[in-house]
């Protein structure tokens, strides 16, 4: 009996295809790697010796190393475990953000930023979505998989019903801002690691200073908790007014509410999104 070749077998390509869409490119290596000190060695500007790289961003076949043998000796470790933030990242990515005087510019920035290890395995750098000069800006965790592809935040399922909530306190993309904490979709829709969120954290908080909104709402825990500091959860935190505070000192309302995401797995909490809208409604209403 003659048995098919490996890549004619039933299942492989969509198996393939799964790995490829969960951000897998590489099977297991003889020898551990460490590829967090892979990014922290990176020179600015250079792109880190990451496998997990994006499609069209890979090494042709036969470049890519196949085994330990081939590959040269593993830098040597950073002092920080990777479980902690790289201080000298997020330092950079401060300073970069800092330096950033109009949205455009903040957008260029990020783009040009090779110290957190998701961009190496998105497709895309999602910036934003909507009007920057809107009074009311929005605040979602990461990027999904549209998201991803068309480089626009909540595109998908729950945008949606993002777009559905907007409309029923009058609002649309014209009239909105819409951004999120994390710019590049983490593999396979994993939550982003506090490593990865604490990177990124001062291009958000960036972003939030040049928008100036009169009006911030943070959508779904992972927003609020980093935009107002807190370790509070979101089934308390949400339905009351609290204050982001940018660096340079101003102070901004902020609602935070329930992510779109969790009200399609939860309509039965679709009320209590419905009134944390309309007290941002009523508050655009009174600093209007
Ligand atoms: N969920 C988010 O938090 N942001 C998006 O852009 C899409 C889904």
Same mark, same amino acid.
């Given at each position: 009996?003659?048995?098919?070749?490996?890549?004619?077998?039933?299942?492989?390509?969509?198996?393939?295809?799964f790995y490829s869409e969960a951000g897998v490119y590489e099977a297991l290596v003889?020898?551990?790697?460490?590829?967090?000190?892979?990014?922290?060695?990176? *020179? #600015?500007?250079?792109? /880190?010796?990451? %496998? +997990? !790289?994006?499609?069209?961003?890979?090494?042709? @076949?036969?470049? &890519?190393?196949?085994?330990?043998?081939?590959?040269? *000796? #593993?830098?040597?470790? /950073?002092?920080? %475990? +990777? !479980?902690?933030?790289?201080?000298?990242?997020? @330092?950079?990515? &401060?300073?970069?953000?800092?330096?950033?005087?109009?949205?455009?510019?903040?957008?260029?920035?990020?783009? +040009?930023?090779?110290?957190?290890?998701?961009?190496?395995?998105?497709?895309?750098?999602?910036?934003?979505?909507?009007?920057?000069?809107?009074?009311?800006?929005?605040?979602?965790? +990461?990027?999904?998989?549209?998201?991803?592809?068309?480089?626009?935040?909540?595109?998908?399922?729950?945008?949606?019903?993002?777009?559905?909530?907007?409309?029923?306190?009058?609002?649309?993309?014209n009239s909105a801002y819409i951004a999120n904490v994390i710019p590049w979709r983490?593999?396979?829709?994993?939550?982003?690691?506090?490593?990865?969120?604490?990177?990124?954290?001062?291009?958000?908080?960036?972003?939030?200073?040049?928008?100036?909104?009169?009006?911030?709402?943070?959508?779904?825990?992972?927003?609020?908790?980093?935009?107002?500091?807190?370790?509070?959860?979101?089934?308390?935190?949400?339905?009351?007014?609290?204050?982001?505070?940018?660096?340079?000192?101003?102070?901004?309302?902020?609602?935070?509410?329930?992510?779109?995401?969790?009200?399609?797995?939860?309509?039965?909490h679709k009320k209590l999104a419905w009134r944390d809208f309309l007290e941002v409604?009523?508050?655009?209403?009174?600093?209007?």
């Amino acid at each position: 009996m003659t048995s098919s070749p490996i890549h004619e077998q039933p299942g492989l390509r969509e198996l393939l295809a799964f790995y490829s869409e969960a951000g897998v490119y590489e099977a297991l290596v003889e020898e551990p790697v460490d590829r967090f000190s892979e990014i922290a060695q990176a *020179a #600015p500007g250079q792109e /880190p010796r990451m %496998s +997990a !790289a994006p499609e069209n961003r890979r090494p042709a @076949a036969a470049d &890519r190393p196949r085994a330990a043998a081939q590959r040269p *000796a #593993p830098p040597p470790a /950073p002092a920080a %475990s +990777a !479980a902690v933030p790289d201080e000298a990242q997020v @330092a950079l990515a &401060r300073e970069l953000a800092a330096r950033a005087s109009t949205l455009d510019e903040l957008r260029e920035q990020m783009a +040009a930023f090779d110290g957190c290890n998701l961009k190496f395995t998105a497709k895309n750098l999602v910036f934003a979505d909507g009007n920057p000069n809107s009074a009311v800006m929005l605040v979602g965790e +990461a990027p999904g998989r549209d998201e991803d592809i068309e480089g626009l935040p909540f595109v998908g399922r729950s945008g949606r019903l993002l777009d559905r909530m907007l409309a029923a306190i009058g609002l649309d993309r014209n009239s909105a801002y819409i951004a999120n904490v994390i710019p590049w979709r983490p593999p396979g829709n994993r939550t982003p690691t506090p490593h990865e969120t604490e990177i990124c954290r001062p291009f958000i908080e960036r972003q939030i200073e040049l928008v100036n909104p009169k009006v911030l709402v943070t959508l779904g825990g992972p927003s609020a908790k980093l935009l107002l500091n807190t370790t509070e959860g979101i089934l308390r935190l949400r339905g009351n007014w609290r204050t982001h505070q940018t660096r340079s000192g101003t102070s901004i309302p902020t609602m935070p509410t329930l992510h779109p995401a969790y009200l399609l797995r939860n309509p039965a909490h679709k009320k209590l999104a419905w009134r944390d809208f309309l007290e941002v409604k009523a508050k655009l209403k009174e600093l209007s």
